[in-house]
């Protein structure tokens, strides 16, 4: 387990030190702070001078040192556009991100878990077809465009007429195709304070319906994945032996199926999910886009439009750094869960 | 699948192909089958677009600026010029949705066809050298996906974007996200191929081609190639599904195709600031012609994995 732990945590340093890298190269090679910091009027001797001063005349090596040593202490310079440290800036939009994230995992575990278990327990069920049908949908729709399609419907509203008006029947179906709109689909709204930077959408219910819309947005491309895992992980472990064993040793099949069944399912969606992190980070900017979500991805989309280098380059090291924590976790997690993993290495 | 060469005495490729299981489950499936003809039909349509669209949307002379934002035809107040309404531009929507699907076509095709030469030439190395070669390898594919693909191609493109500017970056907008998408998801293809490599390497008709002294490039390519086509081939349809919704996501987010040689990502983003005036069409329409090719290609996919039955990767 120690060596185990130890080859992690060297991968964990390896992967933080290439982000590392890749950031520094494009923060020399994009970003000019002498073009930032002072006017047109300064004469060139003087740039020349403030270069060498600044130390950006080093070789690439010194530099990138002073650089990796102010990074460890959450030093990234400041932000050409707000004019503050950088890593305030993404402090401020971090905390709107993370509850948007967390409201998504929770409608994850609740949904994705019942569905994918039944759909494993009754594969022919004229249910599961209907679940696994609208999965592969969900997975074929772009998150931009569930966020869209819901805006129109929740947030604008649709005007549907296809039936006569002027009869009772009529105006009784058109207004149940109707919506009238209305739901939040912009910012955040009015949050709570907490502490720090911290302020909630989850203290008030006007609060929690500004997080109604994103949060679904971003569950729907996440969840078919989860069912459809669960459900493959499912099938296999009620093909095993020991389940036939249980089976057979006559204990019902609702403990083989929720006891036996769904611990051993539930190892391999660990991991998997660490994995999805990732992708859930980059569909973040997608959704925070759409909704103007005041969170860390719009920040970095609007740096990129700004050409704000260190911003970027902030937004990066954070983003690696929780990447990384998070995968690490998870292997150990699964390493103590799962004593029959390879402990000192992956499996050839 | 089978890519033996013909000898005189076999059957025909086109014989074989007639007798197949592949074609036998597919007359069988309904759903395969109208899922592909959706898809040759969308094609076809995105092939053929100069000839069939209405109005060329690139050719300024014959925008009218007047015409735009005009509905589709089933609302009132719409032209009957234009079939599926206008856009804010006033340019024919079929015709821009044409040749939208034409642009996330070709990005598609080509950002897969880009994987698959990586992925297959890293796979193989590694599944036919393993040691070291394997090691490294395989280490950066694993780095590359727990980033995961999109944000990976988010951060390529920002920074191509942030070095060479807005405008460079718009004029060589179809090779960017090319290489962009097809760098971003190699790993993908290196992982099955790899797996198959190791499966198929100790098979004795392996050690038939190395005691006879054939290279190892030989043997790789000739050799073990064809025997790891078939997962080759399923992944090949998914990943054509992802590098499209991949290129609608990075246009989207302004990291794509420009506005004036529009792909459908970069309709649905140019409509969505017009969603809020009423005028849904410009972005819903051709989001649900985005929807329709992905979801026809993902489930040819899941058929095509079903008939086949290849190993993949799991894991």
């Known amino acids: 387990m120690i060596a185990f732990l130890i080859k992690r945590l060297f991968h964990a340093f390896l992967v933080m030190f290439i982000i590392s890298v890749i950031s520094f190269a494009i923060q020399d090679n994009l970003g000019d702070p002498i073009q930032q910091m002072v006017g047109q009027s300064v004469p060139e001797s003087e740039r020349a001078e403030l270069r060498e001063e600044l130390g950006l005349n080093d070789p690439f090596m010194v530099q990138y040192l002073r650089f990796a040593k102010n990074a460890a202490q959450f030093d990234f310079g400041y932000s050409y556009f707000y004019g503050e440290p950088t890593i305030e800036v993404v402090l401020r939009h971090l905390p709107a991100t993370l509850e948007l994230v967390f409201a998504t995992t929770l409608l994850i575990m609740l949904f994705s878990v019942p569905i994918g278990v039944y759909s494993a327990i009754k594969p022919r069920s004229p249910l599961s077809r209907l679940f696994m049908g609208v999965s592969i949908v969900g997975i074929s729709i772009p998150v931009f465009l569930t966020a869209i399609v819901l805006i129109q419907i929740f947030a604008i509203g649709v005007q549907f007429t296809p039936f006569p008006v002027d009869t009772g029947w009529g105006s009784w179906l058109n207004g149940a195709l109707s919506t009238d709109g209305g739901m939040p689909a912009y910012g955040r709204g009015d949050v709570v304070h907490v502490f720090g930077t911290w302020s909630t959408n989850f203290a008030s219910l006007e609060g929690l319906s500004y997080l109604v819309l994103p949060a679904i947005s971003l569950a729907s491309i996440m969840l078919p994945l989860f069912i459809r895992l669960i459900r493959a992980e499912m099938l296999e472990v009620l093909q095993s032996e020991y389940v036939k064993f249980a089976k057979a040793k006559g204990i019902s099949m609702r403990r083989i199926y929720f006891l036996h069944a769904l611990k051993n399912t539930m190892l391999p969606v660990i991991t998997v999910g660490g994995v999805q992190i990732g992708t859930l980070v980059a569909y973040t900017i997608l959704t925070e886009t759409v909704f103007q979500w005041p969170g860390v991805g719009l920040m970095f989309l609007d740096a990129i439009e700004r050409s704000d280098i260190p911003l970027i380059v902030t937004y990066l090291m954070i983003v690696g750094l929780i990447f990384v924590i998070t995968n690490t976790l998870v292997d150990l997690i699964y390493g103590l869960v799962n004593p029959t993993v390879k402990l000192t290495g992956k499996p050839a | ?315």
Not at chain 2, 10 to 24: G, H, I, M
Not at chain 2, 205 to 214: E, I, L, N, Q
């Open chain 2, 1 to 315: 699948m089978t890519t033996a060469s013909t000898s005189s005495k076999a059957p025909s490729r086109l014989a074989r192909f007639r007798s197949s299981y592949l074609l036998y489950s597919f007359k069988r499936d309904w759903i395969a089958q109208v899922c592909f003809a959706v898809f040759v039909a969308l094609v076809l349509a995105a092939i053929l677009a100069p000839w069939l669209s209405p109005m060329n949307p690139y050719d300024l002379a014959q925008i009218r600026i007047l015409d735009s934002e005009l509905p589709p035809f089933w609302i009132d107040g719409s032209d009957p010029q234009y079939l599926l309404g206008t856009d804010a531009q006033g340019r024919d929507l079929l015709s821009t949705i044409l040749y939208g699907a034409r642009v996330s076509l070709i990005i598609g095709f080509g950002a897969v066809i880009l994987q698959a030469l990586l992925g297959v030439t890293f796979g193989l190395l590694a599944g036919y050298l393993g040691g070291r070669v394997d090691a490294f390898l395989m280490r950066m594919a694993d780095i590359q996906l727990s980033f995961s693909t999109l944000m990976v191609a988010i951060i390529v493109g920002a920074v191509i974007k942030a070095s060479f500017g807005g405008a460079i970056y718009s004029e060589y907008a179809v090779f960017i996200l090319v290489l962009i998408i097809g760098l971003a998801e190699w790993p993908q293809y290196a992982r099955t191929v790899r797996a198959s490599v190791l499966a198929e390497r100790s098979k004795e008709y392996v050690d038939a081609a190395r005691v006879m002294g054939f290279r190892a490039k030989r043997i790789m390519f000739r050799h073990i190639l064809p025997n790891t086509l078939s997962p080759i081939f399923v992944i090949s349809t998914v990943q054509i599904a992802n590098a499209i919704i991949s290129e609608a996501a990075l246009s989207f987010l302004g990291l794509g195709m420009p506005e004036t040689q529009p792909s459908l990502g970069s309709l649905i983003k140019s409509g969505f600031d017009y969603l809020q005036s009423g005028s849904w069409w410009i972005t819903l329409i051709p989001g649900g012609v985005l929807v329709v090719l992905v979801l026809v290609i993902n489930l040819l996919g899941d058929w095509l994995r079903d008939v086949m039955n290849p190993r993949l990767y799991k894991g």
